[in-house]
């Protein structure tokens, strides 16, 4: 069954309106008839509804609303993904696969060892291509909402951010090892916002991760006793969060 998005307004009693580029994708692309199945998750509520098709112009397609799944798909707890730069297409990679994993949004980091470095010119087009994959993960795990991908942002800025949230776990050296990071997980309680840092290729420097330690709400975690790449941590640190906190 084929997912789009729409905003509250596009929902009209018992039917939804969809406009926009996917009136083409629906028509001419994928060829939908009247009477095909369609799931449309709302970008404002999170509502999901599954519908069929009653009608396709060529800027309106109208559906009528089989029933609503109020509870969606959505991971119980906002997870914040602060990735340092990668080099090549990682970040791509890193992006699809942390969206179907239910991350909330993705913040890339600038760091001391970041082999990457991005102009504004740059970073503004790799944003939005970023972007359109995360808008794909989205709708191929069946997402409730589309997660933002932000800009690029430095360390200073990344540490504020990730600080206005509940907790914040950095994958790192850890002398307790998987105790302590069962512990930390553990401890999160129902509903708090949750920031996860990952290092670059190069790791931490050893100024970030001093920063780090200074602050109260962030942890040090360790996901094992092997070296993980920077595309590996942050995934599995999601999967670890999934296993021990979702419904």
Same mark, same amino acid.
């Given at each position: 069954?084929? $997912?789009?998005?729409?905003?509250?307004?596009?929902? %009209? =009693?018992?039917?939804?309106?969809?406009?926009?580029?996917? &009136?083409?994708?629906?028509?001419?692309?994928?060829r939908? +008839?009247?009477?095909? %199945? @369609?799931r449309v998750s709302s970008r404002d509520s999170g509502k999901t509804y599954f519908c069929h098709i009653t009608e396709i112009t060529k800027e309106e397609v109208f559906l009528a609303i089989d029933s609503t799944d109020e509870i969606g798909?959505?991971?119980?707890?906002?997870?914040?993904?602060? $990735? =340092?730069?990668? +080099? /090549?297409?990682k970040m791509e990679?890193?992006? %699809? +696969?942390? &969206?179907?994993?239910?991350?909330?949004? #993705?913040? *890339? @980091?600038?760091? +001391?060892?970041?082999v990457v470095k991005l102009d504004e010119k740059k970073a503004a087009a790799k944003q939005?291509?970023? %972007?359109?994959?995360?808008?794909?993960?989205?709708?191929?795990?069946?997402?409730t909402v #589309? *997660?933002?991908?932000?800009?690029?942002? =430095?360390?200073?800025?990344?540490?504020?951010?990730?600080? /206005?949230?509940? @907790?914040?776990?950095? *994958?790192?050296?850890?002398?307790?090892?998987?105790e302590a990071t069962r512990e930390t997980i553990g401890g999160i309680a129902d509903g708090v916002d949750i920031a996860v840092i990952i290092g670059p290729e190069g790791g931490f420097s050893p100024e970030e991760i001093n920063a780090v330690d200074e602050q109260e709400?962030?942890?040090?975690? /360790?996901?094992?006793?092997? #070296?993980?790449?920077?595309?590996?941590a942050g995934l599995a640190t999601l999967a670890m969060l999934i296993y021990q906190l979702d419904e």
């Amino acid at each position: 069954m084929y $997912q789009f998005f729409i905003t509250d307004d596009k929902v %009209q =009693g018992e039917r939804i309106v969809i406009t926009g580029a996917d &009136v083409n994708h629906i028509g001419n692309v994928l060829r939908m +008839k009247p009477g095909e %199945q @369609v799931r449309v998750s709302s970008r404002d509520s999170g509502k999901t509804y599954f519908c069929h098709i009653t009608e396709i112009t060529k800027e309106e397609v109208f559906l009528a609303i089989d029933s609503t799944d109020e509870i969606g798909t959505e991971f119980s707890h906002r997870v914040y993904l602060f $990735q =340092g730069l990668p +080099k /090549s297409d990682k970040m791509e990679f890193i992006i %699809q +696969k942390a &969206v179907e994993l239910g991350v909330y949004e #993705i913040i *890339p @980091v600038a760091m +001391k060892y970041c082999v990457v470095k991005l102009d504004e010119k740059k970073a503004a087009a790799k944003q939005k291509r970023w %972007q359109a994959i995360a808008e794909s993960a989205a709708k191929q795990s069946k997402r409730t909402v #589309i *997660p933002l991908v932000h800009a690029p942002v =430095g360390w200073k800025e990344a540490l504020q951010m990730a600080g /206005s949230h509940g @907790v914040t776990l950095v *994958p790192y050296e850890n002398e307790r090892g998987m105790e302590a990071t069962r512990e930390t997980i553990g401890g999160i309680a129902d509903g708090v916002d949750i920031a996860v840092i990952i290092g670059p290729e190069g790791g931490f420097s050893p100024e970030e991760i001093n920063a780090v330690d200074e602050q109260e709400t962030m942890h040090r975690i /360790s996901l094992g006793r092997r #070296i993980l790449r920077t595309e590996t941590a942050g995934l599995a640190t999601l999967a670890m969060l999934i296993y021990q906190l979702d419904e």
